[in-house]
């Protein structure tokens, strides 16, 4: 099984930060990555899939990269809305598999 | 609007069986691939299994590999997951997923597009 770990598995940022969280695949999965938010209590949302195409109606202020091993999602300025745990997802081979999450709280 | 309402969940014991079901609408349903996914309380998410649009091709995650079977009737555009033998790690909301991916030159990429509300289900004595 290909194994994701994301990082940090937690952070604190104030509106208006740059922030990037990253994901690392056990072994390479070209870009079969894709990336999800899922505030409290809600369903999870994708926002990203193929490491770097932004899903119909997402904000342009969230971008992924990467390609191989190693991704991140970038918040290019954070907004309240944006506070919640973010997932990576390997869809390269089955089982597909999900990293631990990082949660993006209010400092 | 897509909708996807899952049902089914409740309080079992410990090696009892469950089957869960999901109804969807507001697209096609037989011309997508559908999944299931869980979330223990408090935990991060856990991809069960999937289900190609004519069923032909069906995956499950190790953990439930023998005790679940996933379904789909396209003609009543639902989707189904029968668990058996409960466990008590199987207790976790359990989400109906669309995926909306695509072969490229590589393979083929999974992605889910939409999710249910998702239906609890506790395996407790």
């Known amino acids: 099984d290909i194994q994701m770990t994301q990082s940090p598995s937690s952070l604190s940022a104030s509106v208006g930060d740059r922030v990037t969280i990253t994901c690392r695949a056990s072994?390479?999965?070209?870009?079969?990555l894709n990336w999800y938010q899922q505030k409290s209590g809600k369903v999870p949302k994708l926002l990203i899939y193929?490491?770097?195409s932004l899903q119909s109606g997402v904000p342009s202020r969230f971008s992924g990269s990467g390609s191989g091993t190693d991704f991140t999602l970038t918040i290019s300025s954070l907004q309240p809305e944006d506070f919640a745990t973010y997932y990576c997802q390997q869809s390269y081979s089955t089982p597909l598999t999900f990293g631990g999450g990082t949660k993006v709280e209010i400092k | 609007e897509v909708q996807l309402v899952e049902s089914g969940g409740g309080l079992v014991q410990p090696g009892e069986s469950l089957r869960l079901s999901c109804a969807a609408s507001?697209?096609?349903?037989?011309?997508?691939?559908m999944n299931w996914v869980r979330q223990a309380p408090g935990k991060g998410l856990e991809w069960v299994s999937y289900?190609?649009?004519?069923?032909?091709?069906?995956y499950y995650a190790d953990s439930v590999k023998g005790r679940i079977t996933i379904s789909r009737d396209n003609a009543k555009n639902s989707l189904y997951l029968q668990m058996n033998s409960l466990r008590a790690e199987d207790t976790a909301l359990y989400f109906c997923v669309r995926d909306r991916g695509y072969y490229d030159s590589s393979g083929y990429l999974f992605y889910f597009d939409y999710w249910g509300q998702g239906t609890l289900v506790t395996v407790s004595s």
């Open positions: 507001g697209f096609t349903f037989s011309s997508y691939a």
């Open positions: 193929a490491a770097s």
């Open positions: 072994q390479s999965i070209s870009n079969y």
């Open positions: 289900i190609s649009r004519s069923s032909s091709t069906i």
